[in-house]
């Protein structure tokens, strides 16, 4: 973000996080960087229904899918500054803020399925976890879902040396880009906008996204390849300006804790469904070729990519992998 942007987006602060105490309506806006059909777009847009709802029309939220306002690098800034009152920024975008506990999330093969996820993001080491953002002006409300990852290429990917030499797309997430050189490939941060491009042209060779982030941006259609991988999850949490949040009127952030509560179980009830319908459009398409990992190869990768636990260690927190693993009973 530019400092003029930056300095004009300052001096308007404190007015915008003024509003609350001054006015009965109140307008949040939602930024996000998908599109409205994914899961994390359709639960922003459960989201407006019911605080608009709620709140008997007190509150308006506007939501701004596809990067409209920012991209992922642009958004978190904006957010603190108050330019934007709500985010669903994936888990990997808090290490730049000095938190690191989300990109345990990152690593691959941490949770077998949603039922072991839902152990961690429902219990006290999510609660944990969002707790943390406090320090940095930000309020974490919610855990939302996107789901499993799959990785793509022009060639196949059907043992970890299928990897060897190739540019794969990742979030910026130190632990994602441990993950691309233990199979021997090489990572390249690019914001999630700029990715069909990138592999239309050339510039990457493949990525990691779960279906429906993967469909919906037409990813399929300049990727020959793709495995059923599931080797890591993909999820976001969803949360505010923590100034403008405390802010608002007990009756209207008690409407909003309801709308927030009810659209969490909306979206993640939603995500493996959504995923699955992506995955068979893709299918029916004809344009991607989908592989399904055997046995023998499913070991191959999970043998190649479990040392990365203990390389992040120290940059995630040994007694939080720790923690992770005993919620899940691994």
Known sequence: MNTILRTSLAALVAVTLAVPALAQDVTIKFSHVVAPDTPKGKAAEKFKELAEKYTEGKVKVEVYPNSQLYKDKEELEALQLGAVQMLAPSLAKFGPLGISDFEAFDLPYIFDGYDQLRKVTDGEVGKGMLAKLE????????????????????????????FLGLKMRIQSSKVLEAQMNALGAVPQVMAFSEVYQALQTGVVDGTENPP??????????????????????????????????????????????????????????????????????????GKTEFHELTPEEKTAWVEALTPVREEMADRIGADLIKSIEAATAQ
Do not use: C
Not at 144 to 160: C, E, Q, R, V, Y
Not at 221 to 250: C, M, R
């Open 135 to 162: 320090d940095k002006g930000i309020k974490g409300l919610a855990f939302w879902d996107n789901g499993f990852k799959i990785m793509s290429a022009n060639s196949k990917l059907h043992t970890p040396d299928d």
């Open 212 to 285: 429906s982030n993967m469909y919906t941006q037409k990813m399929h259609e300049v990727q020959k390849h793709a495995t059923l991988s599931n080797h890591g999850y993909l999820g976001y949490a969803l949360i505010v300006n923590k100034k403008f949040w405390d802010g608002l009127p007990e009756d209207v952030r008690a409407s909003l804790d309801k709308a927030v509560a009810e659209a969490t179980e909306y979206g993640n009830g939603i995500a493996k469904e959504e995923n699955d319908k992506a995955l068979q459009a893709m299918k029916d398409a």
